[in-house]
């Protein structure tokens, strides 16, 4: 019997690996969280439709499964000060109808980074080397304005593949909003950085080409087993030796 | 929101077709596609109301190609009637009604639009009713202005806007009658009757019909949070309501006012004498900002002329003491300009985007995620071992709690789950891997793990759980044991799941598992394979069917190979080598090679006959391409 890695595991790995070479630190919490840390403290106010009951699960106790991994972004500064480097991934919930597109729970890549100078060429220079080496060096990238409360100025990333005229969009991001610095600690007028999350299947499902979200959460072995090594061998070969660091 | 080209270009007078107008506005932030050669399909962010207009979008492109933008011309003859209205705005909603004008206009005769106007709510959406009712809905399209005509008859001589008490309700225009909470926006007449849910919908009580002589001609500016919570209790959306949610230009309210009017006069009657009244100035808002910070906050390196440049294209008016300078946000952007770096994406957008450069964060030493590495490593060595990694639900209804004796007490429970199946956050991992273990009854064993989080009333763990369903199920735990056991000084049970709960499942197996809570690891190996992507074939929603195949072969030819050839097979979901073994009663250097295939058809299931065939093609297929033979 052989076994499988899930498609999911094969994204985050690729991810930490690019980002732990650039100083990246992976952080991840809870899912069951306050309101203040997955609306209030990113500036998502009270009437916001993304707060609606319809669209998120709160528990009988008052608080919220986290329906996006940014959540984590001001919790995730409470005890620690810039410059930092950070990704989050992890499981993420929306209280909708389930169909080839949507899950209950899903996962999503929220990273960030903040410093003195960093700046929005900085978050394109990022997620430019990130695309390519999840996608491959021929991937084209654009970027658009978009809004986010919880930055300031946002954009969208969309990607094109060599010989195929559509653009997908991929994820959304933007420098820390300043009032979002504040309420992770962060003297806004000495640091200021930059925010991206991602929708982790959604990476997973163009990389690996199938398109029901549902397939990954079913536990089908028809499904799973095509992740094996022998179909997916590592980049440099099947491994030989430990990388052994403390 | 669909709006033509040809009515922006009463606006600005641009030469791009509807796919470049498109683009252009796409680039700015204000996603658009082309419906056709001259329709725009628009969809805005919450934060740019100002945009749901054709004088909104309009200013977006004069400003992106530096083009003048033509207002519609506005002459009429204000007229003195002699009808007269006692507005009331009681003092408790004066805070929510920042603006609100008026005209009482007479001489009205209610009939059909002219083509003209017809033709350009159509462009939109809207349908024809009457030309009154065409022309607010009209300059709302146009200016971004919801606006409301009362029939002044209906009215009694006066209207007043209250906060409306709970168990109250209104017949809308649509007829329905709706029941209002407490602290709802709504108007009444001189008879307390309601006969307005402000920035809503009309009321059926004071609406224009065919006789009506005289309207109320409103033209006000409502606050964002009272309208959006009214239309979201009420679970009603309208084109005024959408607008109102999103913030109106409080600076353009009388424009429309008199918009209105000289359209009216020229339609179907005379224009009226307005009335303003004015709860709140309009805020001047000024905002000081530094060029330098801002091309620090982008990476840019736009000059300062050319960042006052781009903000009075934007319509900021700019203003200079000493070396200090300032914007003023234009009224229609006052829901949405707060801070300087908001004035650093109005720069940045106007640019475009691709302004940005590509540019690499300073370099840092490298990050060694151990924590993140541990559970890495450890899936590694399970799926050595032949266990697939799967991810569950993580939810559980309230039957699975009570198959597997939990007290639902302890759990966390879900608000208004939209499924029963959501009732509670999982306690466990073993409850939703029992039903994965279930939907695959053609695999004669089963070895999955999972890492998640579970939590119960007290707290949130991350736990691991391996089970496994098949005949050697115990020896397997018992070896998914000792290597966890290599990294985890932890105590662990292999449990078996109980008969009862394997016949709910209908699982004819028994099952074995361990589930342990994950600790933080703070220090060890920094080590995990980095696999690669691979093209999923999907599962069929019918049943696959299992066979096996065995072949003889040359004992240096690469069973993997023929593994790989037989899995890329149309029929062939999953193949697995499960035998090897060289014996000298094959021949001379020759070996038997054994696969497990799984075999489906995305359409239906498989009858005897067709397996029957698919088996031979692909023996058929090995044979002429390995020159090998059926053992």
Known sequence: MVGSIHPLTIFQRKAEKFFSDMGFLVVEGEEITSIHYNFDSLRIPAWHPARDAQDTFYTKDGKVLRTHTSAMQVSSMEDRKPPVRIIIPGRVFRNEATDASHEANFYQLEGFAIDKNITMTNLVGTLDKFVKQIFGKDVETRYAPAYFPFVEPGLEMSIKFPKINKWLEMLGAGMIHVEVLKNMGVDPRIYQGFAFGMGADRFSMIANQFSDIRLSYQGDLRFLKQFTLLNNPPAGGLPKAFNRVN | MKISISWLKEFVDFKENAKEISAILTDLGIETKAFDEDILEVEITANRGDCLSVLGLAREISAKLDLSLKLPKISFEESIIKEKIDLEIKPEVKKFVPYFAYRV????????????????????????????????????????????AFDYEKLGGKLSLRLSKKGESIFTLDGKERKLKAKSLIAQNKNNKIIDLVGIMGGLHSEIDNSTQTIVLQSAVFDPPTIRKTAKYLHHTTDASYRYERGVDQGMAKTALDRAADLIQKECGQAGEAKEIV???????????????????????????????????????????????????????????????????????????SNLQSINLDKKEKAYNINFAFKENLKDKLVALGFSETLSSSFVSKADVQL??????????????????????????????????????????????????????????????????????????EEAKKTINEFLDASIEIKAIETKILEKFKIKKSISYLEIELPEKKQGDYYFTDLNFTKVKMPSSFPPAQIDLAFVADSNLSAKEIERFLASDDDVILCELFDEFASNKFGKNKKNIAYHLWIEDQKKSLSESEIAKIRESLIEKVNSRFATTLR
């Not at chain 2, 206009?105 to 030309?131: A, C, D, M, V």
């Not at chain 2, 300009?337 to 908001?342: P, S």
């Not at chain 2, 579970?454 to 735990?477: P, T």
Request: hydrophobic share 40%.
């Open chain 2, 404 to 477: 597997f004796h939990l007290d639902f007490n302890n759990l966390i429970k879900i608000k208004k789950p939209l499924s029963l199946e959501n009732e509670f956050f999982r306690p466990n991992l073993v409850i939703n891997l029992c039903y994965q273990a279930a939907k695959n009854p053609w695999f004669s064993e089963v070895l999955l793990f999972e890492i998640g989080h579970v939590a119960d009333s007290e707290s949130e763990k991350q736990k691991l759980i391996v089970l496994a369903l098949g005949k050697d199920n115990s020896k397997k735990l």
């Open chain 2, 279 to 353: 709860n709140s100035e309009i805020e001047k808002r000024k905002i000081g900002f530094d060029s330098q910070k801002i091309n620090a906050l982008l990476g840019t390196d736009f000059s300062l002329d050319s960042i006052i440049n781009s903000l009075e294209k934007l319509n900021f008016k700019i203003s200079k003491k000493e070396n200090d300078l300032s914007a003023i946000v234009p009224s229609y952007r006052l829901y949405d300009i707060f801070y300087w770096q908001d004035l650093a994406e109005e720069v940045l957008r106007l640019n475009g985007y």
């Open chain 2, 105 to 148: 206009i007479s001489g009205i005769k209610i009939g059909p639009s002219s083509s003209k106007i017809k033709e350009k709510l159509k462009s939109y959406g809207f349908r024809s009713l009457n030309n009154v009712v065409d022309i607010t809905n009209l300059v709302m399209v146009e200016l971004g202005q919801p606006m409301h």
